[in-house]
């Protein structure tokens, strides 16, 4: 693939679009502001990397003293592995025979440990681990309320006494992620209810703990409950991953957090006084959660995209003055599909290019 990336030190104003603009500083700040916030609750950080999909990102949150960091799939765990970061997470179901192989394979170089909610999952897993002389850590998945994977307290004890007995596997412990509660906007209402689900997982543990089995990890929490769920006694670490650049959605729910993330577009074509048509379109924005609001120029905001385009509304007379090759930034309502659709993050600090960052892990869907 040929690239075509800006040289360290090129002002924004000149960086190639559309493109991804990562304020370096404010997404420093926040890695920071996570892992000071958990040593000051006593967990450990797991950083989610389905928001940065890039192991320079992880070794960042490594050396602010994370223990590793999860994966959605096999695909980002193997990124993640082959750049040197040993301890993977995926707190989702891996099934079928291929992906398993692959996981297995990924645990004979690095600490691997995976979720499960089925009895025939485990004996999969158990199969293929033992099969290739690898030990698979294994977690078992609680619903605590979200409704998409999971299995309840009872269903957790059956599936921890298979996974104790399962040659090639190791029991690791719990995990539930209260999605449902994490980006609602009431305080008090997403600690209640995080506090709810919270009490679903920490009460599966004591019933696997009465059963006699050892529970090491509970693991859990978004990035709106990171400050709740880092409270609940029995919860061990959190799984956060937004916090790390932010959203527009996010920034909804709180501004704990700074604002890294945006996208830099151009404008290529004026034919309304009141309209300009910029290079970014649905090929480098998503809008799954709703319209990305223009940070710059102050006075515009975004009419409808196109594949490549976007029509920008200039609404008051400053804003009109924006002319062809003139820049749009703007930030999108979510980070993580938007992030997913490029190669590179452009890392700015001071209003210059520092590094174009690779985004190895967008696409690894599978
Ligand atoms: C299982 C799991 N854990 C953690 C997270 C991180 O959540 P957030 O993006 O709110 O930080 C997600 C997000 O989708 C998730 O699916």
Same mark, same amino acid.
């Given at each position: 693939?040929?690239?075509?990336?800006?040289?360290?030190?090129?002002?924004?104003?000149? $960086?190639?679009?559309?493109?991804?603009? %990562?304020?370096?500083?404010? *997404?420093?700040? !926040?890695?920071?502001? @996570?892992?000071? #916030? +958990?040593?000051?609750?006593?967990?450990?950080?797991?950083?989610?990397?389905?928001?940065?999909?890039?192991?320079?990102?992880?070794?960042?949150?490594?050396?602010?003293?994370?223990?590793?960091?999860?994966?959605?799939?096999?695909?980002?765990?193997?990124?993640?592995?082959?750049?040197?970061?040993?301890?993977?997470?995926?707190?989702?179901?891996?099934?079928?025979?291929?992906?398993?192989?692959?996981?297995?394979? $990924?645990?004979?170089?690095?600490?691997? %440990?995976?979720?499960?909610? *089925?009895?025939? !999952?485990?004996?999969? @897993?158990?199969? #293929? +681990?033992?099969?290739?002389?690898?030990?698979?850590?294994?977690?078992?998945?609680?619903?605590?309320?979200?409704?998409?994977?999971?299995?309840?307290?009872?269903?957790?004890?059956?599936?921890?006494?298979?996974?104790?007995?399962?040659?090639?596997?190791?029991?690791?412990?719990?995990?539930?992620?209260?999605?449902?509660?994490?980006?609602?906007?009431?305080?008090?209402?997403?600690?209640?209810?995080?506090?709810?689900?919270?009490?679903?997982?920490?009460?599966?543990?004591?019933?696997?703990?009465?059963?006699?089995?050892?529970?090491?990890?509970?693991? +859990?929490?978004?990035?709106?409950?990171?400050?709740?769920?880092?409270?609940?006694?029995?919860?061990?670490?959190?799984?956060?991953?937004?916090?790390?650049?932010?959203?527009?959605?996010?920034?909804?729910?709180?501004?704990?957090?700074?604002?890294?993330?945006?996208?830099?577009?151009?404008?290529?074509?004026?034919?309304?006084?009141?309209?300009?048509?910029?290079?970014?379109?649905?090929?480098?924005?998503?809008?799954?959660?709703?319209?990305?609001?223009?940070?710059?120029?102050?006075?515009?905001?975004?009419?409808?995209?196109?594949?490549?385009?976007? +029509?920008?509304?200039?609404?008051?007379?400053?804003?009109?003055?924006?002319?062809?090759?003139?820049?749009?930034?703007?930030?999108?309502?979510?980070?993580?599909?938007?992030?997913?659709?490029?190669?590179?993050?452009?890392?700015?600090?001071?209003?210059?290019?520092?590094?174009?960052?690779?985004?190895?892990?967008?696409?690894?869907?599978?």
């Amino acid at each position: 693939m040929t690239d075509y990336l800006p040289l360290p030190g090129t002002p924004l104003e000149e $960086l190639d679009t559309p493109c991804i603009v %990562i304020d370096l500083d404010a *997404a420093e700040a !926040n890695i920071a502001k @996570l892992q000071a #916030a +958990a040593n000051e609750m006593g967990v450990d950080v797991r950083p989610h990397t389905k928001t940065n999909k890039s192991p320079y990102w992880a070794r960042k949150q490594i050396a602010a003293g994370a223990i590793g960091v999860c994966c959605a799939k096999v695909g980002e765990a193997e990124v993640m592995v082959e750049a040197g970061v040993l301890e993977v997470m995926i707190p989702n179901q891996v099934i079928g025979k291929r992906k398993i192989a692959r996981l297995v394979a $990924l645990a004979r170089s690095a600490r691997i %440990i995976v979720a499960v909610e *089925a009895s025939s !999952n485990v004996d999969d @897993l158990s199969e #293929a +681990a033992s099969a290739a002389g690898a030990e698979l850590g294994v977690i078992v998945e609680i619903n605590v309320g979200m409704d998409r994977c999971g299995v309840d307290g009872d269903g957790a004890v059956e599936l921890a006494r298979q996974i104790v007995g399962a040659p090639g596997l190791r029991f690791d412990g719990l995990m539930g992620y209260e999605g449902h509660t994490v980006a609602e906007r009431d305080y008090e209402t997403r600690k209640t209810e995080a506090e709810k689900a919270m009490r679903i997982l920490t009460g599966a543990a004591d019933q696997i703990r009465a059963a006699g089995i050892d529970v090491k990890i509970v693991s +859990a929490a978004g990035t709106g409950t990171y400050n709740i769920t880092g409270r609940v006694a029995g919860v061990t670490e959190l799984q956060c991953g937004s916090y790390i650049f932010m959203d527009g959605d996010y920034l909804e729910v709180f501004n704990d957090f700074k604002p890294a993330l945006s996208v830099l577009s151009t404008v290529i074509s004026r034919q309304k006084q009141d309209v300009a048509i910029v290079d970014m379109g649905l090929k480098s924005i998503s809008i799954d959660r709703g319209l990305a609001e223009v940070i710059s120029p102050p006075g515009a905001s975004i009419i409808k995209h196109s594949e490549e385009h976007t +029509a920008v509304r200039l609404s008051d007379a400053a804003s009109q003055r924006l002319k062809v090759g003139d820049k749009v930034q703007a930030r999108p309502t979510h980070g993580d599909t938007t992030i997913n659709l490029h190669d590179y993050y452009f890392g700015v600090r001071n209003g210059k290019l520092e590094a174009a960052i690779p985004i190895p892990g967008r696409g690894k869907f599978r």
